[in-house]
């Protein structure tokens, strides 16, 4: 039986990554797909993640839009510089045109709906801010039992990416981070910045995905403006790509090596804003979160290219 799978997202050349992967893999089944606000407005991620189903001609699976803003502070920076101004590197509008509107129940219904309908726990993997999570959680909460766990790419030990320690996801809605990561009723697990900036795709990784067939091709040419950003920001001629690590171990879990702490996000309007702080003592107490800190990391970049380079997703002919 496939482990059913909710994706909440915000397109985005990793996540675009991330929600093929997912489509393309046999261990589960992606039940919805709902957008957030984040790498670019809420009406860019979700025509984006509606692309990305076509593409993958999975126009079946069911998508709604969420929140368009985060739960309390105004956070006005998106992520153009890194993924276009579409989200998608500039290439957004040559994807296939959606095959159907979004879902009216919107977001958090459309969650909610799913886990009352699944017959098993169902996994979330939140590849964003964490904004409809922490709506589902809290308008929900007799649901928890309802998803076996959260696997949610987001946060640093270490440096950040978007502040000197912050990282965009946590930093675009701390407080609805917060909220997920210190809740007791649900297994969460962390893929933060400091696994997914040392698994780094190179140039050979992207070529065998451009030759992959043309909806490899097509996903290569998206992911150019990302590169190009990693080269110029970081003199690296590699990508990072962060949103699939988190559904790769949604998929096969298990992939990830995790070490557990209790998670706290700095709430507060000044320089550490959207920082995630692990309790490192021994006995720390409140809930922990199992944070992925090491893989092995050429097996990991080496399945994420097999199964997206793998038909059943070769399904739709682009050109
Ligand atoms: C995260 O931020 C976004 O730009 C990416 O899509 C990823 O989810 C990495 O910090
Ligand atoms: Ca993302």
Redesign the pocket.
Known sequence: MPIPLIIDT?P????AVALLLALASPEVEVRAVTTVF??VPLPMTTANAARVLALAGRGDVPLAAGADRPLVHPQPER?EG??GADGLGGLAAGLPEPTADPDPRGAVGLMADVLRAAPEPVTIVP??PLTNIALLLALHPGLTGRIDRIVA??GSLGAG??TGAA???VFSDPEAAHRVFTQAEVPVTLVP?DL?MRCLTDSRWLAELAAGGPRCAQLAAVIGHYHNAFRTRYGLDAVAL??ALAVLEAVVPGTLRTTGFPLRVACDLGPARGVTVADRRRAAPGPQVNVALDADIPAVLGEVLKRLVTPPCECVTVF
Not at 12 to 15: K, L, M, N, Q, R
Request: proline share 0%.
């Open positions: 915000d985005g050349v990793d996540d984040g790498n992520a890194w993924h590849i964003g790419m987001g990416n978007t990282e965009f996801n910045l997914t962060h949103d």
